[in-house]
């Protein structure tokens, strides 16, 4: 949700709400856009337990050729598996290869006219 406009994230908390998994989960809204934005500004997406307790998952975009948002690229496990310390370099190497499907869907879309 973090690389869709802000219009899109308004459209998408009316129609769809914040929905409480957990105690963990987000469900006010202002908490829930300034921590959209922290995602933005830092490439990729760490959820802590947000809806399943126990397991954390760390997630990055992958956009087309003008830099829309097609997909997203995620990592989950065990939270005893994704320890807190390793978020940083877990989130390096998610990004690095959402990075890369986006960089081959740009060059197939070029190749396949």
């Known amino acids: 949700m973090a690389f869709l406009s802000e219009e ?3 459209e998408i908390i009316s129609k769809e709400g914040l929905k409480r998994y957990n105690q963990n989960t987000m469900t006010n809204v202002d908490k829930l856009k ?8 830092k490439r990729y997406a760490f959820s ?6 126990d397991v954390r998952a760390i ?3 992958i ?7 097609v997909a997203g690229l995620s990592v989950g496990g065990p939270a005893y598996r ?7 370099s877990y989130a390096k190497l998610v990004i690095q290869y959402a990075n890369k499907i986006s960089f081959h869907l740009v060059h197939l879309s070029i190749w396949n006219g």
């Open 8 to 10: 899109e994230w308004d």
């Open 82 to 88: 994704i320890n807190k310390r390793k978020v940083t």
């Open 63 to 69: 956009v087309n050729g003008i830099g829309r948002l």
């Open 34 to 41: 300034a921590n959209l934005r922290e995602i933005r500004r």
């Open 48 to 53: 802590d337990q947000e809806v399943d307790r």
């Open 59 to 61: 997630a990055a975009p």
